[in-house]
């Protein structure tokens, strides 16, 4: 396969992949939404609802329903709010530029907008998602096309535009001072893509790895599994050329992982303890035969060559005793 060819075929599999990792727990979503929609939520007191919307594919045979045809419908409430007054985010995830996104973005905000719609007798209105559409790339050189004129004869021109974020163009610098550390597994992803050599790919994976420890375990404190999980994905998308029918069984993995590493760590423990244990009671029977040794000195009745056969040592041990019991220790 051309490289050309694997790039497109990674990148078409994108979506699967950050999705994955922005829903592993809330704790990974909140810095991502706070960054693409400039708020200031704090995990503590909201609460986060990855919506399961139910979408008509105007693609599909008959334009069936299909649920998740968006790919992230984002609820966000206070966690005490009663009346359920809640924040809706919209994030696309899109591998390439299309310029048909302002019409995919306008369709997919009127559908979900139509399930809260409120009715006058002569009125129908529709609180549309705040949305972002999420790239891997850089900003293009070009103009990117992020808004949509719709005319009417005789009728003023409606407006519709979404905002977009190149994750590539986020520094490294932003990206550590705002705790997103998908962005930059993403980035890291990409600079997979640019190489072949296994190495370089194996080096990659293990700045993934040092990546997760240092944003999911010290900052942003997930579970050992959902830390694991993280990794298995990066091992998957960086060293196993993107399989992703392979993230159906992740979190299996990781928990079997984390399970071995327990049963490694205690089995470890109880090896420690066993090897203390034995080195207690030699240390015990080397102290007490010392100072039998140390009291057959003293008496004064016995030959060095008796006190070595009946303490079983031998000359250089005993000249060790015969120091110490000068020195008075």
């Known amino acids: 396969m051309s490289k050309n060819k694997l790039v497109r075929k990674t990148y078409g599999q994108f979506d699967e992949f950050f999705k994955y990792m922005l829903t592993i727990n809330s704790s990974t979503l909140l810095p991502i939404l706070n960054y693409l929609y400039e708020t200031q939520f704090e995990i503590n007191d909201v609460v986060i609802l990855i919506e399961n919307n139910e979408q008509i594919n105007i693609n599909s045979a008959k334009g069936r329903f299909e ?25 696309e995830l899109q591998s390439r530029h299309d310029k048909t996104m302002p019409y995919r973005m306008l369709q997919y905000g009127l559908q979900y907008a139509q399930k809260t719609a409120k009715y006058t007798d002569t009125t129908m209105t529709m609180q549309l998602p705040r949305q972002n559409v999420l790239y891997p790339l850089k900003r293009p050189s070009g103009k990117n096309i992020d808004c949509v004129e719709i005319k009417q004869h005789g009728k003023p021109t409606i407006k519709f535009n979404f905002e977009s974020v190149y994750v590539d163009d986020i520094s490294d610098e932003e990206i550590k001072r705002k705790h997103l550390g998908l962005f930059a597994l993403f980035k890291l992803f990409n600079r997979s ?20 420890d240092e944003n999911y375990t010290k900052i942003i404190k997930l579970t050992e599994v959902e830390v694991e999980s993280m990794k298995q994905v990066m091992h998957v998308m960086i060293d196993s050329s993107a399989d992703i029918s392979k993230f159906k069984h992740i979190r299996k993995e990781a928990e079997r992982i984390v399970a071995e590493r327990h049963r490694a760590a205690a089995e470890g423990r109880a090896e420690g303890r066993a090897q203390g244990r034995a080195e207690g009671i030699v240390e015990g029977e080397t102290k007490g035969k ?33 120091k110490m019991v000068k020195n008075g220790d």
Request: hydrophobic share 40%; charged share 35%.
């Open 67 to 91: 649920k998740g045809f968006t790919d992230l419908m984002i609820a966000v409430t206070a966690r005490y709010d009663r009346r359920q007054g809640k924040h809706v985010f919209h994030i």
């Open 193 to 212: 893509l640019e190489t072949e050599d296994k190495l370089m790919r194996k080096a990659i994976l293990e700045i993934a790895y040092e990546t997760i």
């Open 290 to 322: 010392t100072q039998i040794v140390k009291n057959m000195l003293l008496d004064g009745t016995l030959t060095d060559e008796k006190i070595m056969r009946f303490a079983d040592i031998d000359q250089v041990e005993l000249d060790k005793i015969k």
